[in-house]
């Protein structure tokens, strides 16, 4: 059977149990040396001058909003083909998604939507760098600096994307990141960060994760919690931060590869295989997609939907039609779009036998 994601070769060949070990015999757990080293490393990875590592990377989301001032009853541009977690964030500020249509060939925020929706005089946008790809970021982030709109990059799936040597996360007032296990920087369990170039949101966002404090006990700021990154799983992310790229490039090769195989078959594949694409996930669009999946499983080969319902059709949140604009293209792709195996440590005998049976299913 050959897995839809596995972290297994990102991790076996590490010596993580050392990483786990210096914490252990430090006994020090929470906000210690292993999360200020990372903060400092993965901003300097990043290319941006602050990093506050959270819990996750919801909350990520959740605290950057807060901290670029938004608040109950503002509004929030999203989009709705990315998997709810930009609108828990919004709901968990109170405030309102106003999601915008995707682009039909990157499936990321489409730019004259996106200007339309600036009418509705939003307080920020969250841009998803969907499947590992840039979205069309600096066209937005310029439209929205000039309407006085705050940018949150979401780069749960993007980690290491690039433009010009600026990578995701390195153009909004602030980004977000997950490291979840199977992200592309994925740690032994939850783990998130926000990233900013602004003093002042970085401040904001280190009070926001520990209770609101300025300091012990002195609660400064509202809206605070706890959300904090562990000292073992920050010792397990700076073992592996070096690694990345080389990761990275694992994943666009096999992308590649699937992409030159499936040329002519009549399914929609990523059109960007450069440095702006991590793979975090291969998906290709194709009519009739139960069948294409059930063939595949059967011949021992997993798939997923990412994602199957758009945000705005949630039974727990559902909206007023007439609360956004059409979601055409947003809806169309989520009746289409399916994701095929990509990670790094794929051998190349499973990329080729995922390329068979693919074959096989198109009787190509
Ligand atoms: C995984 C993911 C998140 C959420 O991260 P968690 O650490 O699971 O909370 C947010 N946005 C996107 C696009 C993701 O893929």
Redesign the pocket.
């Known amino acids: 059977m050959i897995p839809l994601f596995s972290a297994v070769a990102a991790n076996k060949d590490l010596n993580l149990l050392a990483s786990v070990q210096r914490v252990i015999e430090r006994h020090w757990y929470v906000l210690g040396e292993e999360v200020a080293e990372f903060e400092k490393e993965f901003a300097q990875y990043i290319g941006v001058t602050n990093c506050i590592s959270v ?7 959740e605290l950057a909003l807060r901290g670029v001032g938004v608040r109950q009853g503002d509004k929030v541009i999203t989009v709705a083909n ?2 709810f ?2 609108s ?2 919004i709901h968990a500020v109170g405030a309102v998604p106003c999601y915008v249509d995707v682009d039909a060939n990157s499936l990321t925020m489409c730019l004259a939507a996106f200007e339309a929706a600036l009418a509705l005089k939003p307080k920020a946008v969250i841009v ?3 499947y590992g790809r840039l979205a069309e970021i600096e066209s937005i982030a310029r439209l929205a600096k000039a309407g006085k709109v705050a940018v949150v990059e ?5 980690h290491g994307a690039a433009q010009n040597d600026r990578k995701a996360g390195s153009f909004g007032d602030v980004a ?1 990141f ?3 296990p199977t ?1 592309n920087l994925g740690a032994l369990g ?3 960060a926000v990233v900013t170039r602004s003093t002042e949101v970085a401040e904001q966002i280190r009070m926001l994760r520990q209770y609101g404090w300025s300091q012990k006990y002195k609660v400064a700021v509202p809206g605070g919690r706890n959300s904090r990154l562990d000292e073992m799983q920050a010792a397990v992310l700076r073992t592996k931060l070096p690694y990345l790229d080389g990761w990275n490039e694992q994943r666009r090769e096999i992308a590649k590869r699937y992409n030159q195989a499936f040329s002519g078959f009549p399914l929609q594949c990523p059109q960007f295989t450069g440095k702006e694409y991590v793979a ?1 996930l291969y998906v290709v669009q194709i009519e009739n997609r139960d069948a294409f999946r059930n063939f595949l499983k059967e011949n021992a080969i997993l798939t997923d939907v ?1 994602y199957p319902i758009p945000d705005h059709k949630q039974a727990a949140y559902a909206l007023p039609a007439e609360s956004n604009g059409k979601l055409e293209k947003t809806e169309q792709a989520c009746e289409k779009v399916v994701s095929l195996p990509c990670y790094p440590g794929m051998t190349d005998e499973e990329v080729e036998q995922v390329i068979t049976v693919v074959r096989m299913y198109f009787n190509k």
């Open positions: 819990a996750n990377g919801t909350d990520a989301l990315a998997g977690y930009s828990t964030a998803t760098h969907l979401d780069c749960a799936q993007a977000c997950s490291f979840y992200k939850d783990g998130g975090h990412h």
